[in-house]
């Protein structure tokens, strides 16, 4: 049996989120020593690995309750995992192609500010321009 302290470092997550994860469903509650300590073992410490894990790959809080809840299940499809994985997957991308649409504003305005004066910089005068900023690439409100 471990204690919470062990449980964290084991898994690399702080004793705080350990109990908000308690908190939130995501884990058990554990056992409790007659002292009123928290006691895990093995399955408590798989299901911590897997909760850091999947949170290591981005999924928010809900696809991981969804896939905990899914392989709680082993007669359930694949394909219901397939879908959560799908989500994230996409997700994924379009936080890429943000990043990437920053890189390229970042590089346009650091090439377009070769100036030796604070007065005549563009960077700064690209970040003080706040309509330009609040504007998506649509040209919606963000």
């Known amino acids: 049996m471990l204690t919470i302290g062990t449980l964290g470092k084991r898994t690399g997550t702080k004793v705080q989120t350990i109990r908000y994860y308690e908190q939130i469903g995501l ?11 928290r006691r895990y073992g093995d ?30 299940s082993p007669e359930r499809s694949c394909a219901e995992v397939d879908a959560v994985a ?19 504003e970042l ?7 070769r100036t030796d004066r604070v007065a005549d910089c563009r960077i700064l005068e690209v970040l003080r321009d706040h309509d ?10 963000a």
């Open 132 to 141: 330009e900023c609040l504007a998506d690439h649509d040209g919606h409100a």
């Open 27 to 37: 884990m058990p509650e554990p056992g409790r020593t007659e002292g009123g300590q």
């Open 86 to 104: 799908q989500r994230q997957l996409k997700e994924v991308e379009q936080r890429l192609a943000r990043l990437k649409a920053l890189r390229t």
């Open 107 to 113: 590089q346009r305005m650091i090439c377009e500010c």
């Open 43 to 72: 399955a408590e410490l798989d299901r911590l690995s897997f909760i850091r894990h999947a949170r290591q790959l981005g999924f928010p809080l809900d696809a991981i309750r969804e896939l905990l809840d899914l392989s709680d």
